[in-house]
């Protein structure tokens, strides 16, 4: 399936379209363009295996385009290639694949030439756009026979797991056509709660350190208002008027450097130096393996807080929201990537957004179907 090329050809991506199908049988190889797309369908239905490589994919497309589901078995190249290599090469790539196997590899040119340089799949003169295709069916059906040698002879024993697998990943890919129902108007006002928060935060640090100029979300001046150092400030003053000009008679500012001196609050733990000459780390474990004295543990937990609240609004309450705007899902959408290609211990992964790891406050707004 050569689809149009936005958020990498993302089947949910609103802006995206199918351009071109090709699949070939045993005996021949074909192709077919959006005036012709459902001629496709009968070969589909009457297949014994479905075959390809990072399936889920063209499956998306499959079910987008022509409605269609397989009843029949699938095998995905880049999981069994994944499961031979003993979960070791994540994400295997048809191109290395058939170098590995001595099949020659994929056509060059499409890629560097066209989508390298943001130029759309439907803007690639067909004539290649269909040359680079056949090709690539031809290159997965030989890999295939090559997979196929090896789970009967010296891979015998890992079979039974790539079949489950790829059972697995109809289930899966089930689960990322469905996506989440995520209720974006809630999520956004309680963002702004949480902002509300966050500012009340930030007041009480700046009473405790007598400095309202500190950014907070600096490492370098948290690094400074814990272990000490010096914060240079630009602070804009008048200087005069205006004399000539389109601005004559108004005020003139310049800028005046300014330093102030911040005294060590707590002990920088040994190894937490950064490459940054006097600075320390300033993440999540290091503050809680400080030994403050009752001051700065004040400010400390006021960090940990404010941190918390930050990664909430960004990553999740404010941070989906904005994904799905990206990603041009249909709103009130997510759908999450189900990896199954990366983990060594071939447990399943989540990607954008990473919904195994949902804090329980975005839960909230994840609405049942049920």
Same mark, same amino acid.
């Given at each position: 399936?050569?689809?149009?090329?936005?958020?990498?050809?993302?089947?949910?991506?609103?802006?995206?379209?199918?351009?071109?199908?090709?699949?070939?049988?045993?005996?021949?190889?074909?192709?077919?363009?959006?005036?012709?797309?459902?001629?496709?369908?009968?070969?589909?239905?009457?297949?014994?295996?479905?075959?390809?490589?990072?399936?889920?994919?063209? +499956?998306?497309?499959?079910?987008? %385009?022509? /409605?269609?589901?397989?009843?029949?078995?699938?095998?995905? $190249? &880049?999981? =069994? #290639?994944?499961?031979?290599?003993?979960?070791?090469?994540?994400?295997?790539?048809?191109?290395?694949?058939?170098?590995?196997?001595?099949?020659?590899?994929?056509?060059?040119?499409?890629?560097?030439?066209?989508?390298?340089?943001?130029?759309?799949?439907?803007?690639?003169?067909?004539?290649?756009?269909?040359?680079?295709?056949?090709?690539?069916?031809?290159?997965?059906?030989?890999?295939?026979?090559?997979?196929?040698?090896?789970?009967?002879?010296?891979?015998?024993?890992?079979?039974?797991?790539?079949?489950?697998?790829?059972?697995?990943? +109809?289930?899966?890919?089930?689960? %990322?056509? /469905?996506?989440?129902?995520?209720?974006?108007?809630?999520? $956004? &006002?309680? =963002? #702004?709660?949480?902002?509300?928060?966050?500012?009340?935060?930030?007041?009480?640090?700046?009473?405790?350190?007598?400095?309202?100029?500190?950014?907070?979300?600096?490492?370098?001046?948290?690094?400074?208002?814990?272990?000490?150092?010096?914060?240079?400030?630009?602070?804009?003053?008048?200087?005069?008027?205006?004399?000539?000009?389109?601005?004559?008679?108004?005020?003139?500012?310049?800028?005046?450097?300014?330093?102030?001196?911040?005294?060590?609050?707590?002990?920088?733990?040994?190894?937490?130096?950064?490459?940054?000459?006097?600075?320390?780390?300033?993440?999540?474990?290091?503050?809680?393996?400080?030994?403050?004295?009752?001051?700065?543990?004040?400010?400390?937990?006021?960090?940990?807080?404010?941190?918390?609240?930050?990664?909430?609004?960004?990553?999740?309450?404010?941070?989906?929201?904005?994904?799905?705007?990206?990603?041009?899902?249909?709103?009130?959408?997510?759908?999450?990537?189900?990896?199954?290609?990366?983990?060594?211990?071939?447990?399943?992964?989540?990607?954008?957004?990473?919904?195994?790891?949902?804090?329980?406050?975005?839960?909230?707004?994840?609405?049942?179907?049920?």
């Amino acid at each position: 399936m050569e689809s149009t090329i936005s958020n990498k050809g993302n089947p949910f991506d609103e802006t995206n379209k199918l351009v071109l199908i090709q699949l070939k049988d045993k005996q021949n190889a074909y192709h077919y363009n959006r005036n012709n797309f459902t001629n496709c369908c009968p070969t589909l239905a009457t297949a014994s295996c479905i075959i390809g490589s990072n399936l889920k994919f063209d +499956l998306h497309w499959m079910r987008l %385009e022509l /409605n269609f589901k397989p009843k029949c078995p699938i095998w995905d $190249l &880049q999981l =069994a #290639e994944f499961i031979l290599s003993n979960q070791t090469w994540k994400y295997p790539d048809l191109n290395t694949m058939g170098l590995n196997y001595g099949l020659g590899e994929k056509i060059h040119g499409i890629k560097e030439k066209y989508w390298d340089n943001d130029i759309d799949t439907d803007q690639i003169p067909i004539e290649e756009l269909i040359e680079y295709g056949l090709q690539d069916v031809e290159l997965s059906y030989k890999v295939f026979l090559k997979q196929v040698e090896r789970f009967k002879t010296t891979d015998k024993h890992l079979f039974p797991l790539f079949r489950l697998q790829c059972n697995d990943l +109809l289930v899966l890919q089930e689960m %990322e056509w /469905n996506g989440l129902r995520y209720d974006e108007e809630g999520s $956004l &006002q309680k =963002a #702004e709660e949480i902002e509300k928060e966050i500012q009340t935060i930030e007041h009480k640090l700046d009473v405790l350190l007598d400095h309202p100029e500190i950014n907070y979300n600096s490492n370098d001046d948290l690094s400074i208002i814990l272990y000490g150092g010096q914060k240079k400030q630009t602070t804009k003053i008048p200087i005069g008027f205006y004399k000539t000009g389109l601005k004559i008679g108004q005020i003139k500012y310049g800028n005046l450097q300014t330093t102030k001196s911040f005294p060590r609050l707590v002990t920088p733990l040994k190894g937490s130096e950064l490459l940054k000459e006097g600075f320390y780390s300033t993440d999540e474990p290091t503050l809680r393996a400080l030994v403050p004295n009752a001051h700065a543990k004040k400010i400390i937990t006021l960090l940990l807080e404010r941190a918390k609240l930050e990664k909430i609004n960004g990553t999740y309450l404010k941070g989906l929201p904005k994904l799905r705007e990206k990603m041009h899902w249909s709103p009130n959408r997510l759908y999450s990537t189900l990896n199954q290609c990366v983990a060594i211990t071939s447990r399943l992964s989540s990607t954008k957004p990473n919904q195994q790891n949902f804090a329980p406050l975005a839960k909230q707004f994840c609405i049942s179907r049920y």
